[in-house]
């Protein structure tokens, strides 16, 4: 299945890699013909919906959806391409990391890890907790309760699903929290990312069963703010240098995966959306040039897009089943980083104004909730700050690989 073969792309073995994403584009190839028609047919659609709705643009529609103006969501888009230097920069020092000749698209998920380090359940707890506590009292005290209270469903078990998730209730009832524990370090942070959503549901419980939920581009605050939080303790107490570039490795390209790839997809249905309805029906190879360019545009001469890449467009659902859904990743990602700048560069000042942040819930636009942390969501200015903070972790990475002796 599809899953499995984008798994392997994440094998230390590149020939493993390699015969992964051939395998991938020769399951797309009896499709592709039927999925372009579908494509087509729901592009035209849209055209027609937004025109008789008078929609200005395709995604419109979307930004209403997420309560965003369509100034801040090209404010967001335009920061992003700016900063494709980031993303570039990494892929050039991976292909060096990996001792490649050159860095194939299947190759960007290859692991630099050397090994792989552990942590036991109660390190973790203690670690997430005391990364809390660094930051507000009154937040670590909410956090501990999950643990002690048992609203944490961690173990392994037989038939359980996949994944990691936060679970609302009602109001007058806690969030819960669900986990798959392995102990792998990257379990940390996801354990510190699904307490933020907790921490946010919880405290936004007093706005009631409307307005306790967040807009989809500011669901991610909280969540990802605790687990920046938590990676700078963590790599604080990683002394290794094969250890921290690991470390650093698996952040910078969960980052690179959310902020950039997505808005990289987001210029792709910018342009299938505009050439459907500028030229009219488009073939399987016009989707192909289109996925190149957007992918090749982000991804610069640093890492070589190969022919069997132009048919992965096609298994992306998103695309047709919410269209312009895809920035909202990027969107929630980079605020939440931005938010984190903020309280770096304000220190304790800033803890008063994020707790009411999380209090108010889905009460207010996403414009008037950013604007309580001193965010303005319509000036490009503003993404930049979460920007350097990747670009900040690329530096690192780049200090841990020559301590590593793999540069």
């Known amino acids: ?210 307005h306790q939920s967040t807009p989809l581009t500011l669901a991610e605050t909280a969540s990802v703010f605790g687990e920046t939080v938590t990676f700078g303790r963590l790599l604080a107490a990683t002394t290794d240098p094969q250890d921290r570039l690991a470390l650093l490795a698996e952040s910078i390209e969960g980052g690179i995966a959310t902020v950039f790839r997505q808005t990289a997809m987001n210029r792709f249905e910018q342009a299938m959306h505009t050439a459907r309805r500028d030229e009219g029906e488009l073939s399987v190879d016009r989707f192909g040039d289109l996925w190149a360019e957007t992918q090749s545009e982000m991804l610069g001469d640093s890492v070589e897009i190969t022919d069997n890449y132009r048919s992965w467009w096609s298994y992306i659902p998103h695309f047709v089943g919410t269209p312009g859904y895809v920035y909202a990743y990027a969107y929630g990602q980079l605020l939440a980083m931005s938010v984190y700048h903020q309280y770096e560069t304000q220190g304790s000042d800033f803890v008063p104004r994020y707790l009411h942040l999380l209090r108010a819930g889905g009460s207010m636009a996403p414009e008037d909730l950013g604007r309580i942390v001193g965010c303005d969501l319509a000036d490009p200015g503003f993404w930049d700050g979460g920007l350097a903070l990747l670009d900040a972790k690329v530096d690192q990475a780049e200090d841990a690989a020559a301590a590593a002796g793999r540069l």
């Open 1 to 210: 299945p599809l899953e499995r073969g984008l798994a392997l792309l994440m094998h230390p073995d590149r020939d493993t890699r390699r015969h992964a994403a051939e395998a991938i584009t020769a399951g797309l190839a009896p499709g592709l013909r039927t999925r372009a028609f579908i494509f087509n047919t729901l592009l035209a659609d849209k055209s027609t919906d937004d025109r008789l709705r008078s929609y200005p643009t395709w995604i419109t529609s979307r930004n209403l959806a997420n309560q965003a103006t369509d100034e801040s969501v090209e404010a967001l888009v335009d920061a992003v391409k700016r900063r494709y230097d980031i993303p570039q920069r990494w892929y050039t020092m991976k292909r060096k990391i990996l001792g490649l000749p050159r860095l194939a698209d299947y190759d960007r998920y290859a692991s630099v890890a050397a090994s792989e380090v552990l942590v036991e359940w109660a390190e973790a707890r203690d670690m997430v907790l005391d990364s809390y506590a660094s930051f507000s009292p009154e937040l670590a005290a909410l956090a501990r309760r999950f643990f002690d209270e048992r609203w944490i469903d961690a173990p392994l078990r037989p038939g359980k699903r996949p994944g990691a998730f936060c679970a609302y209730t009602v109001p007058s009832h806690h969030p819960y929290v669900f986990l798959n524990w392995t102990a792998k370090r990257n379990d940390v942070l996801t354990l510190a990312h699904e307490l933020g959503h907790g921490l946010h549901g919880h405290l936004a419980r007093e706005q009631g069963v409307f």
